[in-house]
């Protein structure tokens, strides 16, 4: 029997089977990094440079191929798996373009001697273990930083992407190939829980990063401390939109649509919590509700539908769990909220409103198309509310006075990232990462090039 078997979410039906690989085939490909990190931690930075470039053109030229088999393995719209190979290319494209100088040597005048060098060294075989909303991306954020690096990568995908993980191998293997790199710079691993903690201890991995729950990072961050192991983790959130009473009202109820339910509502960085203060409540939720019961949903293949289907029935299932515990502490469903007939594992698009502390809607993470409404008296009670929570990803500030958004965003949101009269998933030329129980340690921005390297300082007397 297969140790995986992947499932189209749309259909519910069975599409694939792997079998996991052995602890000699992981030691061996292991072995085979660590040799072809050897190599191109030596490899000049205008060299990697061009390697990353060629990876870039091949995600362009197997662009469709990837995002059916996203679409066919998790759920998410087919056009939306096209833009997040977009946003796969733009972030290898803008790495290319910044590390070479991010990763440059630096010389400092320091008296007593006659220089200091600083100098990023690369730390060896960096381990990311990855979720499935976002396939291919995810995989990029933290892979193509840490090559630029001089490191070479290894992946642990969720299992129910496993066919995209190995796609996604075969397409960096191939831009490496192209550029004359070793294709053992990226390898995939299909393995068990219990064999991916060995990779953790393995002495020639030396750094992990996980995107995930904010409990499978506890527990990766504590295998990773038992052996001095650096760990970059991005977990959950409950991130909180806030809508003040000078917002435009416009802008403020599209945007928060789509940024509840982008990608089914299954983004790390989504809107979840909706801060709105009281003058402007009512008429807020009155154009949200409109909003979310025209959003249909369907067949992720399809150019008619708005939504796909969750990505695994266990997660419908927890999904619809909060949401029931939620109404019966107190919240009220202002649409959806039920799970509908019919195969697959769809969820419609969901409000609820009287949301209070003690519910999983305020307290947790609602992972898919759920937006939680919180009423709030004026501004600084708003402030307060987004920031009562053990999250601190991301969130939004939506008003006309730009300059008191931006203080308020820089000096009293307790996030790693805020938007400020709009969204967007994320953007390479700014750093991604939270706080609190949403994790530490940043990528994109010229920050995640230098997570994994060894900032080593050369003392030169003459």
Same mark, same amino acid.
């Given at each position: 029997?297969?140790?995986?078997?992947? %499932?189209?979410?749309?259909?519910?039906?069975?599409?694939?089977?792997?079998?996991?690989?052995?602890?000699?085939?992981?030691?061996?490909?292991?072995?085979?990094? &660590?040799?072809?990190?050897?190599?191109?931690?030596?490899?000049?930075?205008?060299?990697?440079?061009?390697?990353?470039?060629?990876?870039?053109?091949?995600?362009?030229?197997?662009?469709?191929?990837?995002?059916?088999?996203?679409?066919?393995?998790?759920?998410?719209?087919?056009?939306?798996?096209?833009?997040?190979?977009?946003?796969?290319?733009?972030?290898?494209?803008?790495?290319?373009?910044?590390?070479?100088?991010?990763?440059?040597?630096?010389?400092?005048?320091?008296?007593?001697?006659?220089?200091?060098?600083?100098?990023?060294?690369?730390?060896?075989?960096?381990?990311? %273990?990855?979720?499935?909303?976002?396939?291919?991306?995810?995989?990029?954020?933290?892979?193509?930083?840490?090559?630029?690096?001089?490191?070479?990568?290894?992946?642990? &995908?969720?299992?129910?992407?496993?066919?995209?993980?190995?796609? %996604?191998?075969?397409?960096?293997?191939?831009?490496?190939?192209?550029?004359?790199?070793?294709?053992?710079?990226?390898?995939?691993?299909?393995?068990? &829980?219990?064999?991916?903690?060995?990779?953790?201890?393995?002495?020639?991995?030396?750094?992990?990063?996980?995107?995930?729950?904010?409990?499978?990072?506890?527990?990766?961050?504590?295998?990773?401390?038992?052996?001095?192991?650096?760990?970059?983790?991005?977990?959950?959130?409950?991130?909180?939109?806030?809508?003040?009473?000078?917002?435009?009202?416009?802008?403020?109820?599209?945007?928060?649509?789509?940024?509840?339910?982008?990608?089914?509502?299954?983004?790390?960085?989504?809107?979840?919590?909706?801060?709105?203060?009281?003058?402007?409540?009512?008429?807020?939720?009155?154009?949200?509700?409109?909003?979310?019961?025209?959003?249909?949903?369907?067949?992720?293949?399809?150019?008619?539908?708005?939504?796909?289907?969750?990505?695994?029935?266990?997660?419908?299932?927890?999904?619809?769990?909060?949401?029931?515990?939620?109404?019966?502490?107190?919240?009220?469903?202002?649409?959806?909220?039920?799970?509908?007939?019919?195969?697959?594992?769809?969820?419609?698009?969901?409000?609820?409103?009287?949301?209070?502390?003690?519910?999983?809607?305020?307290?947790?993470?609602?992972?898919?198309?759920?937006?939680?409404?919180?009423?709030?008296?004026?501004?600084?009670?708003?402030?307060?509310?987004?920031?009562?929570?053990?999250?601190?990803?991301?969130?939004?500030?939506?008003?006309?006075?730009?300059?008191?958004?931006?203080?308020?965003?820089?000096?009293?949101?307790?996030?790693?990232?805020?938007?400020?009269?709009?969204?967007?998933?994320?953007?390479?030329?700014?750093?991604?990462?939270?706080?609190?129980?949403?994790?530490?340690?940043?990528?994109?921005?010229?920050?995640? %090039?230098?997570?994994?390297?060894?900032?080593?300082?050369?003392?030169?007397?003459?």
């Amino acid at each position: 029997m297969a140790d995986i078997t992947t %499932i189209n979410p749309a259909t519910g039906k069975e599409l694939t089977t792997y079998d996991y690989m052995s602890e000699s085939d992981v030691n061996n490909i292991i072995d085979a990094s &660590h040799t072809a990190f050897l190599d191109w931690r030596l490899v000049d930075l205008d060299t990697r440079a061009k390697a990353i470039t060629a990876i870039s053109k091949v995600f362009d030229e197997r662009k469709e191929e990837l995002a059916k088999l996203m679409t066919t393995e998790r759920g998410k719209l087919y056009e939306q798996s096209l833009q997040e190979i977009d946003l796969c290319m733009v972030s290898c494209d803008y790495t290319a373009n910044v590390g070479v100088t991010e990763l440059a040597d630096e010389e400092r005048e320091i008296d007593g001697m006659k220089k200091g060098i600083v100098t990023y060294q690369p730390l060896g075989i960096v381990y990311g %273990i990855q979720p499935w909303n976002f396939p291919a991306y995810q995989v990029v954020r933290y892979a193509i930083a840490s090559l630029m690096a001089g490191n070479a990568i290894l992946l642990k &995908h969720a299992a129910n992407v496993t066919g995209s993980a190995l796609l %996604i191998e075969d397409i960096i293997q191939t831009g490496l190939a192209n550029a004359g790199a070793s294709k053992d710079l990226f390898r995939t691993l299909v393995i068990s &829980h219990d064999l991916s903690d060995k990779v953790i201890a393995h002495d020639k991995v030396r750094g992990i990063t996980f995107t995930g729950s904010n409990d499978g990072g506890k527990v990766i961050a504590e295998k990773a401390a038992k052996v001095t192991k650096k760990t970059v983790l991005e977990l959950g959130s409950n991130d909180a939109f806030i809508v003040l009473a000078d917002a435009d009202l416009d802008v403020a109820v599209e945007t928060c649509v789509q940024a509840r339910l982008t990608n089914n509502g299954e983004t790390c960085v989504a809107a979840k919590r909706f801060v709105i203060v009281d003058d402007i409540y009512d008429d807020f939720t009155e154009r949200m509700v409109k909003r979310f019961s025209e959003f249909n949903y369907g067949d992720p293949m399809s150019e008619d539908v708005q939504m796909g289907a969750l990505a695994r029935e266990d997660l419908r299932k927890t999904l619809h769990k909060q949401v029931q515990e939620s109404v019966d502490k107190g919240a009220k469903i202002l649409v959806g909220g039920e799970i509908p007939d019919g195969e697959g594992y769809f969820y419609p698009a969901t409000i609820l409103a009287d949301v209070q502390k003690g519910q999983p809607a305020y307290d947790d993470e609602l992972f898919g198309p759920v937006a939680s409404f919180i009423r709030a008296k004026d501004t600084d009670d708003a402030m307060r509310l987004a920031n009562d929570s053990r999250y601190g990803l991301g969130g939004a500030i939506f008003s006309k006075d730009e300059d008191n958004a931006i203080r308020l965003a820089s000096q009293y949101f307790d996030t790693g990232m805020v938007y400020i009269n709009g969204y967007g998933l994320a953007n390479p030329a700014l750093p991604f990462g939270g706080v609190k129980d949403s994790g530490y340690g940043r990528e994109h921005g010229g920050f995640g %090039i230098k997570e994994f390297v060894n900032a080593k300082g050369l003392h030169v007397f003459g």
